[in-house]
């Protein structure tokens, strides 16, 4: 999925935008200031109301009465790439994934886009919708509508509805003590993505694999759907789902710890990460929210946590992973559950009792 980019353009679109992709997100200390208060306020209006925002997860969902249902869910952000057509497919799949976390299958969605049109072609706003629209065409789905607005800077993303049927639903909270954890994608991508917005563009790959290469692996994991959490919602022995996006590892683990009130024990030497990462580490590539990302969970976080883990366990993620409880009687069968789907995954950590942290790192 090479970046191919016909519309002329004065500037590039990473360079237009303070944050990049999920970096762009609100630090989750002030996020968690502007909730604060409010979180019992839906449930006491809506007894339907089965998830509000109150656990921080990934969507709304209200129960429709009939054994279905309604997953809701809005997510948008500023570029990660340069090309248009590609930053609409990567805002798609970001989008839809908080459904598929949660267990369901996307109904229908409606853009939502900010352009800066005294700056830019509306030829490059038709391209992004235009990627949006194919990856929810991939999704089974269609753009049934949207908004826009003009704004300095240039922003897309979606509102999905999708729906689960009652029983398969999968929340934040379900983990269980003892369960096992797995994610989906490695971690990294913010890296790759501050390396794009420098413009570093990979110059220090191995001579075995082009710079090219290198951008279009990693362009590709961040616009593949996370569709398999729909079929993850069948398997009894899955306790618990997040996706892994803005917040990094730590932040959405931590958010699963609470929601399930348990602790969990890390070994960061076996969750997967992008390859060659060191390269773009050693060029500082980091981007700006890893350490709003580290502010909000540090004092929930023990054992060693060297430079290395830092920058890649608070790394903000674009359109990541899912993260995965899977109870420990069952991980063979899981296991041979992801051979059979060509998930290359291995656990690396398991929940525990709640202790007087959240995370330990071994």
């Known amino acids: 999925m090479p970046e191919t980019n016909p519309i002329p353009m004065s500037k590039r679109l990473t360079e237009m935008?303070?944050?990049?992709?999920?970096?762009?997100?609100?630090?989750?200390?002030?996020?968690?200031?502007?909730?604060?208060?409010?979180?019992?306020?839906?449930?006491?209006t809506d007894p339907n109301l089965l998830v509000g925002f109150e656990n921080k997860d990934d969507a709304a969902v209200y129960d429709l009465g009939n054994g279905q249902l309604l997953i809701s869910t809005v997510d948008f952000f500023t570029p990660v790439v340069d090309d248009p057509y590609t930053?609409?497919?990567?805002?798609?799949a970001n989008a839809l994934s908080d459904i598929y976390a949660m267990g369901g299958k996307p109904l229908v969605a409606l853009s939502v886009l900010g352009f800066p049109v005294d700056e830019l072609s509306p030829d490059i706003a038709k391209?992004?919708?235009?990627?949006?629209?194919d990856t929810?065409?991939?999704?089974?789905?269609?753009?049934?509508?949207?908004?826009?607005i003009n704004s300095p800077e240039p922003f897309f993303g979606l509102s999905v509805n999708g729906l689960v049927s009652k029983e398969k639903l999968k929340t934040n909270a379900g983990a269980k003590e003892g369960d096992l954890l797995y994610l989906t994608k490695p971690l990294g991508s913010g890296i790759y993505n501050a390396a794009i917005k420098k413009g570093i563009l990979f110059a220090s790959a191995n001579e075995s694999e082009s710079d090219v290469e290198r951008l279009n692996k990693h362009i590709i994991n961040?616009?593949?759907?996370?569709?398999?959490?729909s079929t993850l919602a069948n398997l009894s022995y899955i306790t618990s789902i997040t996706d892994v996006t803005g917040f990094g590892f730590l932040g959405h683990l931590i958010e699963m710890c609470e929601a399930s009130n348990l602790s969990a024990e890390i070994n960061s030497v076996l969750i997967p990460i992008y390859p060659e990462i060191d390269d773009l580490l050693a060029q500082n590539c980091i981007p700006d929210n890893t350490y709003r990302n580290w502010n909000?969970?540090?004092k929930q976080v023990t054992g060693a946590i060297d430079m290395r883990n830092f920058q890649l366990l608070n790394d903000p993620q674009t359109n990541g992973g899912l993260l995965v409880a899977v109870s420990a009687e069952h991980q063979?069968?899981?296991e041979n559950y992801c051979i059979t789907n060509n998930l290359n995954i291995n656990?690396?950590?398991y929940f525990v009792t709640k202790q007087n942290f959240y995370v330990e790192l071994k």
Do not use: W, Y
Request: hydrophobic share 40%; proline share 3%; with cysteine.
């Open 127 to 133: 391209q992004i919708i235009k990627g949006g629209m």
């Open 17 to 44: 935008s303070k944050g990049s992709g999920c970096g762009c997100k609100i630090a989750p200390a002030v996020l968690s200031e502007i909730l604060s208060g409010l979180s019992h306020l839906p449930r006491q």
């Open 222 to 229: 961040m616009s593949q759907l996370n569709s398999i959490g």
């Open 87 to 92: 930053f609409g497919k990567i805002a798609a």
């Open 347 to 349: 656990t690396f950590g």
């Open 296 to 298: 909000a969970v540090e």
């Open 136 to 148: 929810c065409k991939e999704a089974g789905i269609s753009i049934a509508g949207g908004h826009s």
């Open 332 to 334: 063979m069968d899981f």
